[in-house]
């Protein structure tokens, strides 16, 4: 019962929705356990570019199940978009998109909230995507929400709906002073919603269970990033859900036992969408020429994505949280032709050396980062698809990062589209044992 789960080890957009496509070859089952459509997972292929926001990235495949999992927080309005955006495009969704009837829906009034408490927050705010994540995750937490299945039972929505509309509308025009949603209009498109998605709505757990005794491979496609985790991330410049591997379980109703490997998508540099800490950020013109060169624009939002050089603190943290069994390494591409890379590998702050990420956040905002210095590679790594085609310089800084995170390399990813890999290690292999929290020598 192999399940190999794919997270996020920096603050999300590594390229996971690349990596879970291509591995998709390999897979029965592809399952999102958490996020919402704050997601924007890219998938090329040949000159074709999809982004999937709530729908796993592994439905270009035909024959492959897609399912969205208990723990991922829905807006049905942006999901029927997304799936007529493909249904366009020549994508099929009957027998192969499921949603879990206890998946959390995503209401008018949270994106509301959202917004609303954003605007007031000012300087402080979040840089939320404004998806309304944050408040449904709060009323599924508060036990106020409402469920998928809940658009099947149009009494009960009903009284959930009046019920949770007072509440939200309270906030909304007294304490926020923004306008209020209208009740009898959400319940009129909801119900037009759960019609819609009525074929698509059952319990995921039970599927993924039997699928499991069948001994299916099932893929858990993670969104956002490690350190957006509202528990190990560098709170509360976080989203509101679990992307760390343990969120694969209760995001999909699969036990930890079930869990094969998990694969870490990591990108040969930094990049971080929205405010908080990041210590490696570079304000200046190498900053600017990763943002060109990577197209590091927000795949959702269209922000530009801050960048800055790779940092091993934050990939250990990555590999002990989550347990990785392998890595990904993504966009090294990007480095082509800059003449020296940094490495940072320790924060200094008021006169203390820090080798593991501290937990204070006042630390991560104020450290001057420890950096080696690598020298870079003239060469083109676009394309390559074999690991001794790589540079010498280009595979002794892939050795370098892999060595001081702790980590093991399975892909590197060289380009945007699916051919364009190199793969040293197939998934669904037996997973590896790392001692990734072992201090190395540099
Ligand atoms: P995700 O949220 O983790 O799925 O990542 P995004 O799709 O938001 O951002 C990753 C971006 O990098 C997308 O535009 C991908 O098409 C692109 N990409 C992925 N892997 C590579 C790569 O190895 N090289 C280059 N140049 N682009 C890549
Ligand atoms: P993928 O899956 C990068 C960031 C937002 C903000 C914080 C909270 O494409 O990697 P939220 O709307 O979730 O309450 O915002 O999280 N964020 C992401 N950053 N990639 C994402 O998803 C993200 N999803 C949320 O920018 O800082
Ligand atoms: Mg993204």
Redesign the pocket.
């Known amino acids: 019962m192999p399940v190999l789960v794919v997270v ?1 080890a920096q ?4 390229g ?2 690349k990596i879970i496509d291509l591995l998709t070859e390999r897979a029965d089952v592809v399952a999102r356990y958490q ?2 459509h ?4 890219t998938v090329v292929v040949g000159k074709d570019e999809f982004i999937l926001h709530l729908i796993p990235s592994g439905i270009l495949h035909k024959g492959k199940k897609c399912l969205i999992g208990n723990g991922v927080v829905v807006d049905p309005a942006a999901l029927i978009e997304e799936m007529d955006g493909l249904i366009a495009r020549g994508i099929r969704f009957e027998g192969s998109l499921m949603i879990s009837g206890n998946a959390h829906l995503i209401m008018p009034y949270h994106k509301a909230l ?1 917004v609303a408490s954003e605007s007031l927050k000012g300087e402080k705010k ?6 309304g ?2 408040p449904a995750y709060a009323d599924k937490i508060s036990r106020a929400g409402i469920r998928m299945a809940d658009l099947l039972d149009p009494q009960g929505f009903r009284d959930k709906l009046r019920q949770h509309t007072a509440t939200a509308n309270f906030l909304l025009e007294k304490y926020y002073g923004a306008a209020p949603v209208d009740d009898g209009r959400i319940y009129d498109e909801y119900m037009a919603y759960g019609k819609r998605l009525a074929k698509h709505i059952d319990d995921a757990s039970l599927f993924l269970g039997e699928a499991l005794r069948k001994g299916r491979k099932v893929l858990a496609e ?4 490690t350190h ?1 985790d509202v528990d190990h991330g560098t709170y509360p ?4 859900s679990s992307p760390t591997a343990g969120g694969a379980c209760t995001g999909l109703g699969i036990g930890p036992t079930t869990i094969t490997g998990v694969m870490g998508i990591v990108k040969a540099y930094t990049t ?5 800490p990041f210590p490696t950020e570079l304000q200046d013109a190498t900053g600017e020429l990763l943002r060109d060169r990577g197209r590091e624009y ?4 269209g ?1 530009a ?1 801050r960048c800055g050089w790779y940092d091993v603190l934050v990939i250990r943290h990555a590999a002990r949280v989550n347990g990785l069994t392998s890595v990904a390494i993504t966009k090294l591409d990007v480095l082509d032709g800059i003449d020296e890379i940094k490495i940072c590998v320790g924060y200094k702050h008021k006169g203390k050396l820090y080798e593991e990420m501290p937990a204070d956040l006042s630390v991560l905002e104020a450290c001057t980062p420890q950096y080696i210095t690598m020298p870079g590679w003239k060469e083109s790594t676009v394309g390559v698809t074999k690991y001794d085609k790589l540079p010498k310089k280009a595979r002794t800084y892939l050795e370098k990062i892999c060595r001081l995170s702790g980590v093991k390399p399975s892909l590197i990813s060289t380009g945007a589209r699916r051919d364009e890999t190199i793969i040293l290690e197939r998934p669904f292999q037996k997973p590896v044992v790392r001692k990734s929290t072992v201090r190395r020598k540099r």
């Open positions: 996020g603050w999300g957009d590594e996971k929705g996020g919402g704050n997601a924007g997972h959202d979040i840089g939320t995507t404004g998806r994540i944050g993670g969104a956002q990033g957006l410049f976080v989203t509101s971080r969408v929205g405010s908080g927000g795949a959702t939002t922000r994505r």
